[in-house]
């Protein structure tokens, strides 16, 4: 209730292993609403990170309960006490330039796709819960003993740190706040990353400085479209992509031609819609 008299938009994760969010809000109402969750005992030491959008990239203000905050199914780990090594963003690009440190992305290949540091492993998961097995089939602590991870603000990594510890790996490390905070701290011309990172919202990928990207979703398959994607001939914003076109059968493809309808219709109108507005033109 507290956030929405405050005008928070956004998704809140609970779990036993802790919380994790990703909201939006005016200035001075996140600060009221940090401020209301740090006086909870169990919250008095969480951590943030901020950037801004020219649009709310959120319409809805959701709290989840869930079994674990990231889902990687691997039985039970303790990452708040057996995570990895914390690397932080300014001593990063030392850690992953040395020859005996395999460096590894975590997150599925619709993040991978829009961006990731030079020279880190792939593992092309379409969700978290492949991790585990793709571990067992391309790493071998005894030969890859010194191993550095990342993801986008970190979270994700606690747990995968935690899993190749109990795999034996000897040496775990991971970026501390993850690709964003790499972005926010270090400079374009000293970066070692490459392309634009994904976030769950309406922005879908952020630049360095924390600065809003150049692609959009695509309503069919929610597979971040790069500038050039929207000239495929069978783009249709807010229906299908040159990805999807296929997969989806006249009906569907008419009401999500009928939903675009109706926001253009409230455009017109100057009232807002519910619902993302996959427009035709990059941010």
């Known amino acids: 209730n507290q956030g929405r008299k405050l005008g928070v938009c956004g998704t809140i994760l609970l779990a036993e292993e802790g919380i994790n969010s990703t909201i939006a809000a ?62 932080t963003a300014e001593k990063w690009n030392s850690l992953i330039e040395a020859e005996d440190v395999v460096v590894i992305d975590t997150r599925n290949r619709y993040e991978t796709a829009i ?52 795999e034996g790996f000897s040496e775990v490390y991971h970026l501390e706040g993850g690709i964003l905070k ?43 479209l790069a500038p050039e994607d929207l000239a495929h001939p069978e783009y249709e914003a807010g229906v299908v992509c040159g990805r999807c076109h296929a997969d989806a059968d006249e009906a569907t493809k008419a009401g999500r031609r009928e939903r675009q309808r109706q926001i253009r219709l409230a455009a017109a109108r100057g009232e807002p819609h519910l619902g993302r507005d996959f427009r035709a033109t990059s941010r």
């Open 115 to 166: 961006g990731k540091f030079h020279g880190a492993i792939d593992p092309e998961t379409d969700s978290f819960g492949e991790f585990p097995e793709w571990v067992k089939t391309h790493l071998d602590p005894e030969k890859t003993p010194k191993v550095a991870m990342y993801c986008t603000g970190g979270i994700r990594c606690e747990k995968a740190t935690a899993l190749l510890k109990r």
């Open 182 to 224: 790499y972005l926010e701290k270090v400079p374009a011309e000293e970066s070692l990353w490459e392309g634009e990172c994904f976030v769950f919202d309406g922005r879908v990928g952020l630049a360095h400085g924390l600065a809003e990207g150049n692609y959009v979703f695509c309503a069919g398959c929610r597979y971040p």
């Open 26 to 87: 005016a200035g001075e109402n996140l600060d009221a609403f940090m401020q209301m969750l740090r006086a909870i005992p169990a919250f008095s030491g969480i951590t943030e990170k901020r950037s801004s959008a020219e649009k709310a990239p959120f319409y809805r203000f959701k709290v989840r309960i869930k079994k674990e905050i990231v889902t990687l199914g691997a039985g039970e780990l303790d990452p708040a006490n057996n995570a990895g090594q914390y690397v």
